[in-house]
């Protein structure tokens, strides 16, 4: 009789590229929105930004997105750039399969059991059929949660509450999810508390990705400290182009790798 065969998910290509990338140090991620900059405009900025060192580029936004609006500029985007393109998902219709590979995440702390698994068992087997590649994340609203919280039915983390955000961030880990996601909300007034990012990177060993109002050097340079893995932006690119700003975040992320 056989041994029984045990069967576990390698990652994929792009998780490799991630894990790879982070032993040198933190990374940044451009997120795009087809909706706002489609097509060709996505591959424009896309090219401005992995020319200035971002490591990634998302394509995602926080309304509806079709298929074919994904899948355009996700093609164009991956036309122009060496990096992985991959989708930040706002439910089933975000996926296409012109894109490297998708954020598989859960909103860990959304009341709405869809949006923590339910819209994923609807788009899992498509994921499988086209065979994109899926990053398996847990996804966590810290305040003020902006446009993500209310359309994401969250309880959000409060500011000064870093043990909950340590609860959550272990429990991801805890579930097999390979990396956690601190969410301030897309144009936040101001980041993730550095304390709580500091309290969940010394709980967890998963990468620590943060994001949601970090516009400038001065914003990422604490983050940085607190030991974040990855950096991302996106409405500073919408609202400044490829300026100042974003210049002094990716460098900031520069100078803390090695090498
Ligand atoms: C939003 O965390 C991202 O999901 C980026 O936020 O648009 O504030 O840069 P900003």
């Given at each position: 009789?056989?041994?029984?065969?045990v069967?576990?998910?390698?990652?994929?290509?792009?998780?490799?590229?991630?894990?790879?990338?982070?032993?040198?140090?933190?990374?940044?991620?451009?997120?795009?929105?087809p909706?706002?900059?489609?097509?060709?405009?996505?591959?424009?900025?896309?090219?401005?930004?992995?020319?200035?060192?971002?490591?990634?580029?998302?394509?995602?936004?926080?309304?509806?997105?079709?298929?074919?609006?994904?899948?355009?500029?996700?093609?164009?985007?991956?036309a122009?750039?060496?990096?992985?393109?991959?989708?930040?998902?706002?439910?089933?219709?975000?996926?296409?399969?012109?894109?490297?590979?998708?954020?598989?995440?859960?909103?860990?702390?959304?009341?709405?059991?869809?949006?923590?698994?339910?819209?994923?068992?609807?788009?899992?087997?498509?994921?499988?059929?086209?065979?994109?590649?899926?990053?398996?994340?847990?996804?966590?609203?810290i305040?003020?949660?902006?446009?993500?919280?209310?359309?994401?039915?969250?309880?959000?983390?409060?500011?000064?509450?870093?043990?909950?955000?340590?609860?959550?961030?272990?429990?991801?880990?805890?579930?097999g999810?390979?990396?956690?996601?601190?969410?301030?909300?897309?144009?936040?007034?101001?980041?993730?508390?550095?304390?709580?990012?500091?309290?969940?990177?010394?709980?967890?060993r998963i990468?620590?990705?943060?994001?949601?109002?970090?516009?400038?050097?001065a914003?990422?340079r604490?983050?940085?400290?607190?030991?974040?893995?990855?950096?991302?932006t996106?409405?500073?690119?919408?609202?400044?182009?490829?300026?100042?700003?974003?210049?002094?975040?990716?460098?900031?992320?520069g100078?803390?790798?090695?090498?």
């Amino acid at each position: 009789m056989s041994a029984p065969t045990v069967r576990s998910v390698p990652p994929g290509r792009v998780e490799r590229y991630l894990l790879d990338q982070l032993r040198g140090g933190p990374l940044h991620f451009t997120l795009i929105d087809p909706e706002k900059s489609p097509g060709e405009r996505a591959a424009t900025i896309a090219r401005g930004a992995v020319g200035l060192g971002s490591h990634l580029i998302l394509l995602g936004g926080s309304t509806g997105i079709s298929p074919a609006g994904m899948g355009a500029a996700a093609r164009a985007v991956k036309a122009a750039v060496p990096v992985p393109v991959v989708i930040f998902p706002q439910g089933p219709d975000s996926i296409s399969p012109d894109a490297d590979a998708v954020l598989f995440m859960s909103l860990l702390n959304s009341r709405n059991l869809d949006l923590v698994v339910r819209a994923h068992a609807r788009a899992a087997p498509l994921v499988r059929k086209i065979e994109l590649e899926p990053i398996p994340m847990g996804y966590l609203v810290i305040a003020p949660g902006m446009r993500v919280g209310e359309v994401g039915q969250v309880d959000v983390v409060p500011r000064d509450d870093p043990a909950a955000a340590v609860g959550y961030a272990l429990a991801a880990e805890y579930l097999g999810m390979r990396f956690v996601y601190l969410e301030a909300g897309s144009g936040a007034p101001e980041p993730v508390p550095d304390s709580i990012v500091r309290s969940v990177r010394s709980a967890v060993r998963i990468p620590l990705i943060v994001g949601g109002g970090i516009r400038s050097a001065a914003d990422a340079r604490p983050l940085l400290a607190a030991g974040a893995d990855v950096l991302v932006t996106g409405t500073i690119t919408e609202e400044e182009g490829l300026g100042d700003a974003f210049r002094g975040i990716v460098a900031e992320v520069g100078r803390a790798r090695v090498g």
